[in-house]
């Protein structure tokens, strides 16, 4: 496992890396230089609002995902999500979603494995929702070429693990899931931990949860993209709401593959081949990204050790009620 995680940790590295090579070699960094100074840190501020009501709602999109397995206080969903942010911002490879659904498990009593789950299935919905907000800013702008193509092939994995995240729940009912089961049962760990994932992506199978983890990314991307645009503002480039979704959704596209701490050079690059489709200068588009990524980092950060601060780091907590497998 240890092993696993190591070159797992090695390869994002590589990957951000590569990005920021590609980045650097295709800006000028004193014309970059001079976008920032020029910055305006009203807008940015203004940003800073939107993407921690952007944290709020997705805070809030988890708990509902959760709810049918037990329920937990909004607060400390926030603290929960927070830490898993701040742990993203420090570990490579998007290694912070499994940080926090350990603590979740940890400070709730209830089985990580589950809660991993539900963690799966917001990151599904996410990627759907994405796909389909770029897809509909490509169409609106008449974006074609290398952009056009990564969202293709986004919306490829986004069905495939739609279609694995339906197999899943319903595994138990698959022809020869008897047999698998018989061949587990010299291993109940394995078959526990199993049978409890299975509860936690089963909650996709619930229309009502559903619906609302759906509305709750909705409203969640729709202050990301006002934010994105905000941050245009700052540095004088005026981004329609059209392409404030496709560099925002794009760059979440992007985001996906699991680079170094924080996705360190993948988010730039992706906003730079973006922002250079939809006719922002590479200088301007960098200074975009850097703006917008600092500010991601401060807000959750600054969010995360609040939340570890308020919570602790260990112990568990009796404030959720199991009312689900």
């Excluded at 739609?162 to 197999?167: E, G, M």
């Excluded at 619906?211 to 700052?234: C, K, P, R, Y």
């Excluded at 925002?248 to 081949?273: D, K, M, Q, Y």
């Amino acid at each position: 496992m240890r092993s696993g995680t190591l070159l797992r940790g090695l390869v994002g590295a590589a990957i951000s890396i590569v990005a920021l090579w590609l980045v650097l070699r295709g800006v000028d960094l004193a014309r970059t230089r001079d976008v920032l100074a020029r910055a305006d840190l009203r807008w940015i501020a203004l940003a800073a609002v939107f993407l921690s009501t952007d944290l709020i709602l997705r805070a809030l999109r988890w708990q509902r995902l959760l709810r049918p397995i037990a329920k937990v206080r909004y607060s400390s969903m926030l603290g929960y999500l927070l830490v898993g942010y701040l742990a993203n911002n420090i570990l490579p490879a998007r290694l912070g979603e499994l940080v926090r659904s350990h603590y979740l498990g940890d400070r709730e009593g209830i089985s990580r494995a589950s809660a991993l789950g539900t963690v799966v299935v917001e990151r599904v919905v996410d990627l759907v929702a994405v796909v389909a907000i770029a897809s509909a800013a490509l169409l609106v702008l008449s974006v074609r070429g290398v952009v056009a193509g990564a969202v293709l092939v986004g919306a490829g994995v986004a069905g495939l693990l739609l279609v694995v995240l339906a197999l899943g729940i319903v595994a138990h009912r698959l022809p020869g899931a008897d047999r698998v089961r018989a061949a587990v049962e010299r291993w109940p760990r394995v078959r526990e931990l199993a049978g409890k994932l299975q509860g936690g992506l089963a909650v996709a199978g619930r229309p009502a949860t559903l619906l609302e983890a759906l509305a709750a990314s909705a409203a969640a991307w729709t202050v990301a993209i006002l934010a994105w645009a905000a941050v245009g503002q700052s540095i004088g480039v005026e981004l329609s709401i059209g392409q404030a979704a496709l560099i925002a959704s794009g760059v979440a596209l992007a985001s996906a593959v699991p680079a170094g701490p924080s996705n360190l050079g993948t988010f730039e690059f992706a906003a730079v081949e973006i922002g250079k489709a939809i006719g922002v200068p590479a200088d301007s588009a960098f200074a975009l990204a850097l703006i917008i990524h600092a500010t991601i980092l401060v807000v959750t950060s600054v969010g995360g050790g609040v939340a570890v601060a308020r919570l602790g780091w260990t112990g568990r907590s009796s404030t959720s009620t199991e009312i689900g497998p």
